[in-house]
């Protein structure tokens, strides 16, 4: 479907990207794994599994033989990469022995970020950004994401906490709208929200 394909053009799009970088990146799959069930998902139909303590050694072991310059960059994605935490934690920690520096963006629906994970984030990073969808405000936003572990009357107030958590430890953001070109109007009203929440966080 469209929606599948233009998931997959900016998956491509992330990696052409990090190939123009003069700083060596890695995007890592934590898992496949996710609490939402988004309609246009690119990932619908795939196994939901998640990356284990064995395979994470292999990781830091791949990115040790591999990639040596000490600054490196890592795309957290998923699945929701967060349900995962441990790992990216693991990984983190032992990257961090073998002196590497280390930049990251989090490709996450924002959900289940706590100010732990912030704070270990910002210990343990040189920059740090976020990436979370925002598809659509209140009840149509509950509707598209379709939380397995948070109600639908919740769902939208949550994420909103979490973007301002971000944005209180003054930590780039990219809020990303996905919508149908028939829903163009809810699109703008999205965005007219952003920008109200991004002025009531600056004053």
């Known amino acids: 479907t469209e929606s599948?394909?233009?998931?997959?053009?900016?998956?491509?799009?992330?990696?052409?990207k990090e190939l123009e970088n003069p700083t060596q990146s890695i995007v890592i799959l934590s898992t496949r794994k996710c609490n939402a069930r988004c309609f246009y998902c690119f990932?619908?139909?795939?196994?939901?599994?998640s990356m284990t303590k064995e395979t994470a050694k292999q990781t830091v072991d791949f990115i040790k033989n591999f990639y040596d310059k000490k600054e490196l960059s890592i795309v957290?994605?998923?699945g929701e990469p967060l349900l995962n935490?441990?790992?990216?934690?693991?990984?983190?920690l032992e990257l961090?022995?073998?002196?590497?520096?280390?930049?990251?963006?989090?490709?996450?629906?924002?959900?289940?970020?706590?100010?732990?994970?912030?704070?270990?984030?910002?210990?343990n990073y040189k920059h740090i950004a976020f990436q979370i969808t925002?598809?659509?405000?209140d009840k149509e936003y509950s509707e598209v994401k379709q939380y397995i572990d948070i109600s639908p009357e919740d769902a939208f107030n949550r994420v909103i906490d979490?973007?301002?958590?971000?944005?209180?430890?003054?930590?780039?953001?990219?809020?990303?709208?996905?919508?149908?070109?028939?829903?163009?109007?809810?699109?703008?009203?999205?965005?007219?929200?952003?920008?109200?929440?991004l002025a009531d966080e600056d004053t």
């Open 76 to 78: 957290w994605f998923g």
């Open 134 to 137: 925002l598809d659509g405000i």
């Open 162 to 197: 979490k973007i301002k958590l971000v944005l209180n430890a003054n930590i780039p953001i990219q809020l990303r709208v996905n919508f149908l070109a028939s829903k163009i109007n809810e699109a703008k009203q999205t965005f007219e929200y952003i920008l109200g929440l």
């Open 85 to 92: 935490y441990p790992i990216i934690k693991y990984i983190t």
């Open 43 to 49: 990932e619908d139909g795939i196994g939901r599994y």
């Open 96 to 123: 961090k022995k073998l002196d590497y520096e280390i930049n990251t963006l989090i490709v996450t629906n924002g959900s289940l970020l706590t100010q732990e994970m912030l704070n270990f984030f910002v210990s």
């Open 4 to 16: 599948h394909e233009d998931e997959l053009a900016i998956l491509d799009n992330m990696r052409l």
